[in-house]
């Protein structure tokens, strides 16, 4: 009987990723892993789970940190090495005895790619690597009167280069280190480098393994989505308490500075968690931090100044009888329900979100994108910004109703509901004659 269940629960499993195999598929991903990933007794599976995506398609990008490992070479040489806020000063010795560090890094992280064994999730995999020399560096300088010697900084990254190697089929694998044109080398922040290839080859997410299961709260709980802005927070307050940014600070400050560049979404996952990749990919709930960028037509809550602006985006969609007719009065009084979006002055989107607590609910109501401004996903980001107000209100499921939109909505993962499941308080209003389906999602 087990058995039975154990093997719906995985025929089930499988059937529900498949939408996220098909999002994912020729898509590029940038994954940052920090040296202490690769000293967990995680890091084998991280390494099968890298080979999972690049058998479904994915194409990858391994950034790779050495800190770690970089220590543990100078301990072992008699030599160290101040910083200068989060740089090595990088002195000859240094860059030597770095140099070593790396080159065994990537001997470990080929040699755990080029697995087969028979009965092994690597069986077949037949993953091919590069080792890029696509990262070309500039001296950082002198700092506050430091020399930092050889510690440097990006200066561009081939591009073009990369992409042959990812239209090959290969995996890039980069390390934190850069030349430059007079043929010198220089010790760079992986996490520098990661941020740098992720915006420059137009990467659709940049992923990073961290000590953490992500961004946490006060209360020690993982925040699954932030946006930019509130990352930034995190990172000003929490430095401030430690003084030194820890590996998750270092990645989520790479993250808000790619999602300003353009990436639009950036993860942050625990590298000590079995399957935390996968889990994040392919399944809704995920399991780490997402920082998200949100559209740069900042979405914002509706004041009573906007009311023009909406009645006339609004109207035209009533006289067709698309949207339920609402008075100047009732939008006066529900103003703060509304969110919308602006440009050059005008408002171009709208949603509502009228929450029933009670019932752990919230109706998504009013969405709007103005004809003109259509298929740049408006409405789309206007819904992920009511399902994340949604759950910090503590709601769980957002429903709609709806006349001629109904595939738009069950395209985006909302599903026939019954009128017997909508709140009393809504139940009681609805019209019949209107006869809207009613859609619901799940948003936690
Ligand atoms: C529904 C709505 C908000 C979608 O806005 P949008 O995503 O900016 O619209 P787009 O035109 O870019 O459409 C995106 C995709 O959805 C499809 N779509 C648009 N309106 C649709 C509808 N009413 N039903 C089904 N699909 C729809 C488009 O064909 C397009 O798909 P494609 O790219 O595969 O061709 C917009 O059509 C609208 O304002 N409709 C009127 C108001 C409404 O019905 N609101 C919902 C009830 S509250």
């Known amino acids: 009987m087990e058995a039975v269940t154990n093997s719906t629960q995985l025929i089930n499993w499988f059937r529900n990723s498949?939408?996220?195999i098909n999002a994912h598929r020729h898509k590029t991903f940038v994954l940052m892993i920090g040296g202490e990933a690769l000293e967990t007794d995680n890091f084998q599976y991280i390494i099968n789970d890298i080979a999972l995506l690049n058998s479904l398609g994915v194409k990858l990008v391994l950034v790779h940190g050495v800190r770690p490992q970089i220590q543990?070479?100078?301990?072992?040489?008699?030599?160290?090495?101040?910083f200068y806020q989060d740089v090595r000063i990088t002195d000859d010795r240094s860059l030597e005895l770095i140099k070593q560090a790396i080159g065994r890094v990537q001997i470990e992280l080929q040699a755990g790619l080029s697995m087969g064994l028979v009965n092994s999730p690597m069986q077949g995999a037949a993953i091919r690597t590069v080792i890029s020399n696509v990262v070309t560096a500039q001296p950082i300088g002198v700092k506050d009167g430091i020399d930092l010697c050889h510690a440097g900084k990006v200066r561009r990254i081939d591009v073009e280069g990369l992409r042959t190697q990812l239209s090959s089929g290969a995996i890039p694998i980069i390390s934190p280190i850069g030349y430059s044109v007079t043929g010198e080398v220089f010790n760079l922040l992986a996490e520098e480098v990661a941020t740098q290839v992720a915006i420059d080859l137009k990467a659709d997410k940049l992923i990073g393994f961290c000590s953490n299961q992500g961004v946490l709260d006060e209360q020690g709980n993982v925040i699954s989505e932030l946006l930019p802005e509130q990352a930034q927070e995190h990172i000003d307050r929490n430095e401030l308490l430690s003084g030194q940014a820890s590996g998750t600070l270092r990645f989520l400050r790479a993250a808000v500075a790619a999602c300003q560049a353009d990436v639009t979404r950036c993860h942050l996952l625990s590298y000590h968690q079995d399957g935390a990749l996968l889990k994040e990919l392919f399944t809704r709930d995920g399991t780490g931090s997402q920082i998200v960028k949100e559209s740069y037509e900042q979405i914002r809550p509706a004041t009573i100044d906007d009311i023009g602006g909406l009645l006339q985006l609004i109207e035209p969609l009533e006289k067709q009888g698309i949207l339920v007719k609402r008075s100047r009065?009732?939008?006066?009084?529900?103003?703060?329900?509304?969110?919308?979006?602006?440009?050059?002055?005008?408002?171009?989107?709208c949603a509502a979100l009228y929450p029933f607590p009670d019932d752990k609910?919230?109706?998504?109501?009013?969405?709007?994108?103005?004809?003109?401004?259509?298929?740049?996903?408006?409405?789309?980001?206007?819904?992920?910004?009511?399902?994340?107000?949604?759950?910090?209100?503590?709601?769980?499921s957002i429903f709609v109703l709806t006349t001629q939109s109904i595939h738009w909505f069950r395209e985006r993962g909302f599903v026939f509901?019954?009128?017997?499941?909508?709140?009393?308080?809504?139940?009681?209003?609805?019209?019949?004659?209107?006869?809207?389906?009613?859609?619901?999602?799940?948003?936690?």
């Open 417 to 444: 509901a019954e009128i017997s499941h909508l709140p009393n308080a809504k139940k009681e209003m609805y019209n019949l004659k209107r006869n809207s389906k009613v859609l619901v999602k799940k948003i936690i």
């Open 329 to 349: 009065e009732l939008l006066e009084n529900e103003i703060e329900s509304f969110f919308i979006v602006e440009r050059d002055g005008m408002v171009i989107g």
């Open 18 to 20: 498949a939408p996220y």
């Open 72 to 82: 543990k070479q100078l301990e072992m040489n008699g030599h160290s090495s101040e």
């Open 361 to 396: 609910t919230g109706e998504l109501a009013c969405l709007v994108s103005h004809p003109k401004y259509r298929r740049a996903a408006r409405a789309d980001n206007l819904v992920a910004h009511v399902e994340r107000r949604g759950r910090q209100l503590g709601l769980e």
